[in-house]
């Protein structure tokens, strides 16, 4: 029995997964039948634990704080309840909303996640009439505005375009009946909360909010209970359960910096490797190294903040698509990507934070599958292993001194003996080619022209070339001398 929803304001209750039965269907949560439809098309049929929590005290309009570790199906559990609210206040209105006005807004960290959000709620939603428009920065705007234009009834985006469309009068919050924040904790970590609190502002007060978080830091609880009405809790997990995913088999090793690159090659040719996702902590980090993958045969993209939209989502869309099997990526780059299949992720270094940490590997051992996870450690970062380790209660314990050549190193990870870090036939790039291939996807046209300048010989240029002759050729000007009105230049030789 569910306790009732007249809690004080802003107390609320502690949902778990033990309060709840045992394994049901989407249909049997009281989602309409299209969705479910949709859903049961692609394969999806049974919730999984923060679906079966949050769905039907969602559908009934309840304010929710939903805590799930990573992977484990937030994005459908406000996902199909949002869909079912929208479609159900529709019925049951006098007239079927038609003002274009967005009735549901979805807020996540990044574009990626963003873009993923709106992935699924297509899926979910196929069936239906519902209109979803992704607003995210990076991209130009008339696509954005001439859809707004038009109207939506779903708005997925990033705190920094929809504050900025809000503002510009061009997105009209003022019908939202229902609010999404995903992934709140890294909202937070990315500096959001105040672009938060002015969305929020902008939106009615009657609205229903749903959180969803992987943690739930101080600032982040201090939102809900300034903005939530009379919210129930909702953890898909124990009190005492790890933060990490129980399915990912989780290794450490301490790694020279010099040897990482073959320790990751050879990685990648584990035999349970399929898709594998390498962190970085810089974006010249990630680009270099892979340019290296790519140098030793190896399908790799990168992934990070120095590349535009287009060049992230084509590297997005071939990794999901298995034309590449290895995207290496920074943290931002990274956070919120949701791709089925990565078999392993690994941490190039020690993630700064043990929250980085559970975000990294969360990656893999998704939706109930299982993953691995490879950390490799430098020695000047072994103490901030140590408190990631204690945070986490992973007891891993001080990483072991492993090389690429390792025989536990081999066996552990499954790679087979002899594997060498280079595949046959590759080709090394040249140093100065594979710079200028760099350069020219990164660079803008204008960097480019200036480039192309500043690189041609001096004989390649006419213009110039005719500009020193005409001065060569005109007469030299001589400086006449004067003091106090007279002429004090000396006198020319004259021919006789």
């Given at each position: 029995?569910?306790?009732?929803?007249?809690?004080?304001?802003?107390?609320?209750?502690?949902?778990?997964?033990?309060?709840?039965?045992?394994?049901?269907?989407?249909?049997?949560?009281?989602?309409?039948?299209?969705?479910?439809?949709?859903?049961?098309?692609?394969?999806?049929?049974?919730?999984?634990?923060?679906?079966?929590?949050?769905?039907?005290?969602?559908?009934?309009?309840?304010?929710?704080?939903?805590?799930?570790?990573?992977?484990?199906?937030?994005?459908?559990?406000?996902?199909?309840?949002?869909?079912?609210?929208?479609?159900?206040?529709?019925?049951?209105?006098?007239?079927?909303?038609?003002?274009?006005?967005?009735?549901?807004?979805?807020?996540?960290?990044?574009?990626?996640?963003?873009?993923?959000?709106?992935?699924?709620?297509?899926?979910?939603?196929?069936?239906?009439?519902?209109?979803?428009?992704?607003?995210?920065?990076?991209?130009?705007?008339?696509?954005?505005?001439?859809?707004?234009?038009?109207?939506?009834?779903?708005?997925?985006?990033?705190?920094?375009?929809?504050?900025?469309?809000?503002?510009?009068?061009?997105?009209?919050?003022?019908?939202?009946?229902?609010?999404?924040?995903?992934?709140?904790?890294?909202?937070?970590?990315?500096?959001?909360?105040?672009?938060?609190?002015?969305?929020?502002?902008?939106?009615?007060?009657?609205?229903?909010?749903?959180?969803?978080?992987?943690?739930?830091?101080?600032?982040?609880?201090?939102?809900?209970?300034?903005?939530?009405?009379?919210?129930?809790?909702?953890?898909?997990?124990?009190?005492?359960?790890?933060?990490?995913?129980?399915?990912?088999?989780?290794?450490?090793?301490?790694?020279?910096?010099?040897?990482?690159?073959?320790?990751?090659?050879?990685?990648?040719?584990?035999?349970?490797?399929?898709?594998?996702?390498?962190?970085?902590?810089?974006?010249?980090?990630?680009?270099?190294?892979?340019?290296?993958?790519?140098?030793?045969?190896?399908?790799?993209?990168?992934?990070?903040?120095?590349?535009?939209?287009?060049?992230?989502?084509?590297?997005?869309?071939?990794?999901?698509?298995?034309?590449?099997?290895?995207?290496?990526?920074?943290?931002?780059?990274?956070?919120?990507?949701?791709?089925?299949?990565?078999?392993?992720?690994?941490?190039?270094?020690?993630?700064?934070?043990?929250?980085?940490?559970?975000?990294?590997?969360?990656?893999?051992?998704?939706?109930?599958?299982?993953?691995?996870?490879?950390?490799?450690?430098?020695?000047?970062?072994v103490t901030r292993w140590k408190v990631i380790d204690k945070a986490l209660d992973l007891n891993l314990g001080t990483p072991e001194e492993t090389y690429s050549s390792s025989p536990h190193f081999y066996e552990e990870l499954d790679i087979p003996e002899g594997t060498k870090g280079r595949l046959p036939g590759a080709k090394p790039v040249e140093r100065a080619e594979r710079k200028q291939s760099s350069r020219d996807r990164d660079a803008g046209d204008g960097a480019r022209h200036r480039r192309r300048r500043s690189t041609e010989p001096a004989g390649d240029h006419?213009?110039?070339?005719?500009?020193?002759?005409?001065?060569?050729?005109?007469?030299?000007?001589?400086?006449r001398r004067r003091r106090a009105g007279e002429d004090v230049t000396p006198a020319q030789p004259t021919d006789a």
């Amino acid at each position: 029995m569910r306790p009732s929803a007249r809690a004080g304001p802003n107390e609320g209750f502690t949902l778990s997964e033990q309060e709840q039965p045992g394994e049901q269907t989407f249909a049997e949560l009281g989602i309409k039948e299209e969705i479910t439809a949709a859903l049961a098309e692609s394969g999806i049929v049974h919730p999984f634990p923060i679906q079966t929590l949050a769905v039907p005290l969602a559908i009934g309009g309840t304010d929710l704080i939903g805590q799930a570790r990573t992977g484990t199906g937030k994005t459908l559990a406000f996902g199909v309840s949002l869909l079912h609210r929208l479609e159900i206040t529709a019925e049951t209105a006098e007239e079927r909303p038609d003002h274009g006005k967005p009735r549901a807004l979805v807020v996540a960290p990044t574009r990626e996640l963003a873009l993923q959000v709106a992935r699924d709620l297509a899926l979910a939603g196929k069936n239906l009439k519902t209109r979803v428009l992704t607003i995210y920065g990076g991209t130009g705007y008339d696509e954005q505005l001439d859809a707004l234009e038009q109207g939506i009834d779903v708005a997925v985006g990033t705190p920094g375009r929809l504050l900025d469309l809000a503002n510009r009068r061009a997105l009209d919050l003022s019908k939202v009946q229902v609010l999404v924040l995903d992934e709140a904790d890294e909202m937070l970590d990315l500096g959001f909360l105040p672009d938060i609190e002015r969305i929020l502002a902008k939106t009615p007060k009657d609205r229903q909010t749903l959180l969803f978080s992987a943690t739930m830091p101080a600032p982040i609880l201090a939102l809900a209970r300034a903005t939530l009405n009379r919210p129930i809790n909702i953890r898909a997990e124990g009190h005492d359960a790890q933060a990490t995913v129980p399915d990912i088999d989780q290794y450490v090793y301490q790694a020279h910096n010099l040897d990482k690159p073959e320790m990751v090659a050879r990685i990648l040719q584990a035999k349970d490797a399929t898709k594998v996702m390498v962190f970085c902590r810089t974006k010249r980090a990630a680009q270099r190294l892979a340019d290296e993958l790519v140098d030793r045969g190896f399908p790799a993209a990168p992934i990070h903040g120095d590349l535009n939209q287009a060049a992230r989502e084509r590297a997005l869309k071939k990794f999901r698509a298995g034309t590449i099997s290895t995207l290496v990526a920074t943290d931002v780059a990274a956070r919120g990507i949701d791709i089925s299949g990565i078999s392993h992720v690994v941490n190039y270094e020690c993630p700064d934070t043990d929250a980085t940490y559970v975000h990294r590997i969360g990656r893999t051992g998704r939706a109930g599958h299982t993953g691995v996870s490879v950390t490799l450690v430098d020695w000047a970062d072994v103490t901030r292993w140590k408190v990631i380790d204690k945070a986490l209660d992973l007891n891993l314990g001080t990483p072991e001194e492993t090389y690429s050549s390792s025989p536990h190193f081999y066996e552990e990870l499954d790679i087979p003996e002899g594997t060498k870090g280079r595949l046959p036939g590759a080709k090394p790039v040249e140093r100065a080619e594979r710079k200028q291939s760099s350069r020219d996807r990164d660079a803008g046209d204008g960097a480019r022209h200036r480039r192309r300048r500043s690189t041609e010989p001096a004989g390649d240029h006419p213009r110039k070339d005719e500009t020193q002759a005409a001065a060569a050729s005109k007469p030299k000007r001589r400086r006449r001398r004067r003091r106090a009105g007279e002429d004090v230049t000396p006198a020319q030789p004259t021919d006789a």
